[in-house]
């Protein structure tokens, strides 16, 4: 049997449907951009979905709220569907995977993007008028021809497949922060975590973070917990149904997320893992005694793993001195969370401070290619800075970025590196002041730094 081959032709062609990808998406469906958008799951929403974690941290700082207009409209349209609630002490939005699946198609649904689900990218090179990239599907091989690409998939695989310069994991060894299967349990009574003095949000939601070392501390002396982490990372009930807890406590380390051998030994160590998080919660945690397992994925959860080399580099120095560069795209107020790739604890940087610095355009650019953009996780970082920008709203602001400049490139006949950084934040901040939240260039210093300092700060390529 030979697989039958599908041609398609689009502007702009957005690979990976996570938080990055649908925010691309929703920028060039406002902007009025053609566009498709390909995901390799029959879904969108990235790890919010596909590794169940649907608790999007901290996009605030000092209460004035950084998110760019995509994700505030993505917060709107849960909370219609009563799919939502915010816990100010996580500084986190928490929400129900099965309602961000069916948001975020239905906000793409009647706009300019085609969504293609089910194929995996096989191949990126350069046509005549632009790229071309082929995908691998059940029966069929797809080749779609894009002026612009937006690598939307976390591991940078389209920027790879068409050549760019990568990096993997920390300079010094290449080893990334550990994966994690994202597990949800049944059966939990809120009413007895209450009684035993925990808090609930809203007097409906259990949420905690850094917890229960104790507990674990016990399960290890004797022998029934072997997850090389000291505490659960975060658990939090789900919106719809308060019962239902969601579990960010095991820990994969030293397998590499691009290779499909290690990704398999990786799912399966985390399913075991998560029988030990089940136990651990029965016998420990109020609550809990009756418990069950409801679910495991449906796909590991990848924290880091391939980044360009962009014409800017995004760095730990730059972080910390919260530097917000003109042609930033999209602020930040995450701390720096680096989860040790040996397994020996979280480097967690806590800041209720007003922490916030900038991610200059530049850091989605990648050196020597042209009208090919990163966004979300596989953007120009160091592994430090990688561990601060890398939760989900950032994610989406950058998606949301490289939408926003693919428009403007098409509609002006430009290419992708000749959109400025100022000129996409005036564009995503028209599209904040449209929904009522205050102009970002109001609120912060947007700075210009001399170019020396700008390339020590960015490592600029
Ligand atoms: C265990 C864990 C806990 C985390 N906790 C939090 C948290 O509490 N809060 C928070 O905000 N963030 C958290 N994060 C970080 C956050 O989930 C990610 O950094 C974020 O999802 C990255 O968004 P993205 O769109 O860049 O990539 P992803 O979410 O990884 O999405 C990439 C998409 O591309 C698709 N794709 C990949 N390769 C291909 C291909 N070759 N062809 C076609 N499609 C492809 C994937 O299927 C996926 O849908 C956590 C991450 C992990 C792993």
């Given at each position: 049997?030979?697989?039958?081959c599908h041609?398609m032709?689009t502007?702009?062609?957005?690979i990976?449907?996570?938080?990055?990808?649908?925010?691309a998406?929703?920028?060039?469906?406002r902007?009025?951009c053609?566009?498709?958008?390909?995901?390799r799951h029959?879904?969108?929403g990235?790890?919010?979905?596909?590794a169940?974690?649907?608790?999007?941290?901290?996009?605030?700082a000092?209460?004035?709220?950084?998110?760019?207009?995509?994700?505030?409209?993505f917060v709107?349209?849960?909370e219609k569907?009563?799919?939502h609630?915010?816990?100010?002490?996580?500084q986190?939005?928490?929400?129900?995977?099965?309602i961000?699946?069916?948001t975020?198609e239905?906000?793409?649904?009647?706009?300019?993007?085609?969504?293609?689900?089910?194929?995996?990218?096989s191949s990126?090179?350069q046509?005549?008028?632009?790229?071309v990239a082929?995908f691998?599907g059940?029966?069929?091989?797809?080749?779609?021809r894009?002026?612009?690409i937006?690598?939307?998939?976390?591991?940078?695989?389209?920027?790879?497949l068409?050549g760019?310069?990568?990096?993997?994991?920390?300079?010094?060894?290449?080893?990334?922060?550990?994966?994690?299967?994202?597990v949800?349990?049944?059966?939990?009574r809120?009413?007895?975590?209450k009684?035993?003095?925990?808090?609930?949000?809203g007097g409906?939601y259990?949420?905690e973070?850094?917890s229960?070392?104790a507990?674990?501390?016990?399960?290890?002396?004797?022998?029934?917990?072997?997850?090389?982490?000291?505490?659960?990372?975060?658990f939090w009930?789900?919106?719809t149904d308060?019962t239902?807890?969601?579990?960010n406590?095991?820990?994969?380390?030293?397998l590499?997320s691009?290779?499909?051998?290690?990704?398999?030994?990786?799912?399966i160590?985390g399913?075991r893992?998560?029988?030990e998080?089940?136990?651990?919660?029965?016998s420990?945690v109020?609550?809990?005694?009756?418990?069950?397992?409801?679910?495991?994925?449906?796909q590991?959860?990848?924290r880091?793993?391939?980044?360009?080399?962009?014409r800017a580099?995004?760095?730990?120095?730059a972080?910390r001195?919260?530097?917000i560069?003109?042609?930033s795209?999209?602020?930040?107020?995450?701390?720096i969370?680096?989860?040790?790739?040996d397994?020996?604890g979280t480097q967690?940087?806590?800041?209720?401070?007003?922490?916030?610095?900038?991610?200059?355009?530049?850091?989605?650019?990648p050196?020597?290619?042209?009208?090919?953009?990163a966004?979300g996780?596989?953007?120009?970082?160091?592994h430090?800075?990688a561990?601060?920008?890398?939760?989900?709203?950032?994610?989406m602001?950058?998606?949301e970025a490289?939408?926003?400049?693919?428009?403007?490139?098409?509609r002006k006949g430009?290419?992708?590196?000749d959109?400025?950084g100022?000129e996409i934040?005036?564009?995503?901040?028209?599209?904040?002041?449209?929904?009522?939240?205050p102009?970002?260039e109001?609120?912060?210093?947007?700075?210009?730094?001399s170019?020396a300092?700008?390339?020590?700060?960015?490592?600029?390529?």
């Amino acid at each position: 049997m030979k697989l039958a081959c599908h041609e398609m032709e689009t502007s702009c062609l957005i690979i990976g449907g996570g938080p990055a990808g649908y925010g691309a998406a929703r920028a060039v469906a406002r902007e009025g951009c053609p566009a498709i958008l390909v995901e390799r799951h029959g879904f969108l929403g990235g790890m919010g979905t596909a590794a169940g974690l649907s608790c999007y941290l901290n996009h605030r700082a000092n209460q004035v709220d950084l998110s760019a207009s995509v994700y505030r409209e993505f917060v709107q349209m849960q909370e219609k569907l009563n799919g939502h609630y915010y816990d100010a002490l996580a500084q986190a939005d928490f929400f129900d995977p099965e309602i961000v699946k069916h948001t975020m198609e239905s906000a793409l649904l009647n706009s300019p993007v085609t969504l293609l689900y089910h194929l995996l990218l096989s191949s990126v090179t350069q046509g005549k008028d632009g790229w071309v990239a082929s995908f691998v599907g059940k029966g069929a091989i797809t080749r779609i021809r894009a002026r612009f690409i937006i690598d939307a998939t976390g591991d940078g695989d389209a920027c790879a497949l068409a050549g760019a310069e990568m990096t993997h994991g920390r300079r010094m060894d290449g080893k990334t922060q550990p994966m994690s299967m994202v597990v949800q349990l049944g059966g939990f009574r809120p009413a007895v975590w209450k009684a035993a003095g925990h808090r609930l949000v809203g007097g409906r939601y259990a949420t905690e973070g850094d917890s229960l070392s104790a507990e674990i501390a016990r399960a290890r002396a004797s022998g029934k917990w072997t997850v090389p982490r000291e505490n659960i990372a975060m658990f939090w009930s789900l919106p719809t149904d308060p019962t239902r807890v969601v579990i960010n406590g095991t820990r994969i380390t030293g397998l590499n997320s691009c290779n499909p051998v290690e990704t398999s030994q990786a799912e399966i160590e985390g399913r075991r893992q998560a029988r030990e998080i089940l136990s651990l919660f029965q016998s420990s945690v109020p609550g809990f005694e009756k418990s069950f397992l409801l679910q495991t994925g449906p796909q590991i959860g990848v924290r880091e793993s391939r980044r360009i080399t962009g014409r800017a580099t995004l760095t730990e120095s730059a972080v910390r001195a919260r530097v917000i560069p003109e042609s930033s795209v999209m602020l930040c107020a995450y701390p720096i969370d680096v989860h040790d790739p040996d397994g020996h604890g979280t480097q967690f940087e806590s800041t209720r401070d007003g922490h916030v610095y900038g991610i200059p355009w530049e850091c989605q650019l990648p050196v020597a290619l042209e009208n090919i953009a990163a966004a979300g996780r596989c953007i120009s970082a160091t592994h430090e800075a990688a561990g601060s920008f890398r939760v989900m709203p950032t994610c989406m602001g950058l998606g949301e970025a490289a939408g926003t400049a693919a428009a403007l490139a098409y509609r002006k006949g430009k290419r992708l590196h000749d959109i400025t950084g100022s000129e996409i934040r005036s564009r995503m901040d028209a599209a904040r002041a449209a929904i009522g939240a205050p102009k970002l260039e109001r609120l912060f210093p947007f700075e210009k730094r001399s170019e020396a300092v700008s390339a020590a700060l960015f490592s600029v390529s």
